[in-house]
């Protein structure tokens, strides 16, 4: 695709994310890998509450989940162009789609995606996960604050904006396997 038609696509894209009604913050990109869109909004939420956003948004069709980051390809996709480096908003760094399923685990065991992809490729930041709140958990995914898009894990209880990813290629994780679980969480 030559730039002309790039630039012509991308404004495509951009036009439509902009019609998309009861966005704080309209940007929808599709990454050309996987043809898949992705979204930062800057609506704070719980990671519990922003999953339920994710799940009850749509673009083109294409269900949304918090992102699913499973290369460093995708990771780095996210991070640098739809995320804009390390320049996520101020009241913290966003949410994506992994959550662990048990608070008796060890820090790194038990993580899963939202979706039905396989948790294995992992970018956690020096020292992460460890569970650093003794009280909760940390039972969610985060980009860590300023560290090059790796990984945190952390507790609910703030809440943040998010990243959301857009495709009919992955079903998400059913409700009922999702909501036995998910009282478990902090
Ligand atoms: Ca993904
Ligand atoms: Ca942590």
């Given at each position: 695709m030559n730039t002309n038609n790039k630039n012509w696509l991308l404004s495509l894209i951009l036009l439509a994310a902009v019609a998309h009604?009861?966005?704080?913050h309209a940007e929808v990109i599709q990454w050309e890998a996987n043809g898949h869109y992705y979204e930062y909004l800057e609506e704070l939420a719980t990671w519990e509450e922003a999953h339920i956003i994710a799940e009850n948004r749509t673009v083109n069709g294409n269900p949304g989940y918090l992102v699913t980051l499973t290369s460093q390809d995708e990771n780095d996709f996210v991070y640098y162009q739809v995320l804009g480096g390390d320049a996520p908003a101020p009241w913290g760094d966003p949410w994506i789609g992994g959550y662990q399923n048990?608070?008796?685990?060890?820090?790194?065991?038990?993580w899963h995606w939202v979706?039905?992809?396989?948790?294995?490729?992992v970018n956690w930041a020096p020292g992460e996960p460890n569970d650093f709140d003794e009280i909760y958990g940390e039972m969610y995914l985060q980009f860590t604050?300023?560290?090059?898009g790796m990984w945190n894990d952390h507790h609910s209880l703030n809440p943040k904006p998010m990243i959301i990813e857009y495709s009919n290629d992955v079903v998400a994780t059913d409700e009922s396997s999702w909501g036995s679980v998910k009282s478990l969480y902090r």
């Open positions: 009604p009861g966005l704080a048990s608070d008796h685990s060890a820090p790194d065991l038990n979706t039905t992809e396989d948790f294995d490729w604050p300023g560290g090059g």
